[in-house]
């Protein structure tokens, strides 16, 4: 296909400037509150005892992870 000379231009000036053409993902949005390990500590949880109650997780979290958030966060989770 046809590129524009506009984008043969930035091509140019982006492999000038990073030795490159293509420009390395940004990560968008706010960044997470609970990494992995503290999902994986979640649903560790929820196997254990698959009626536990999202305010015992808070509690959970905040004894064993030392992390303190939302039961909001924790259902999006």
């Known amino acids: ?3 524009s000379s506009w984008s043969l231009r930035y091509l140019r000036k982006a492999y000038r400037e990073t030795g490159e053409v293509v420009r390395t993902p940004v990560c968008a949005g706010r960044p997470r509150i609970l990494d992995s390990l503290d999902a994986n500590f979640l649903e560790a949880c929820i196997e254990r005892q698959p009626d536990i109650l999202l ?6 979290l905040r004894e064993t ?4 958030v939302s ?7």
Request: glycine share 4%; hydrophobic share 40%; net charge negative.
């Open 1 to 3: 296909g046809l590129v």
């Open 55 to 60: 305010t015992e997780m808070q509690d959970q």
């Open 65 to 68: 992870c030392v992390v303190e």
């Open 71 to 77: 039961i909001a966060t924790i259902s999006r989770t």
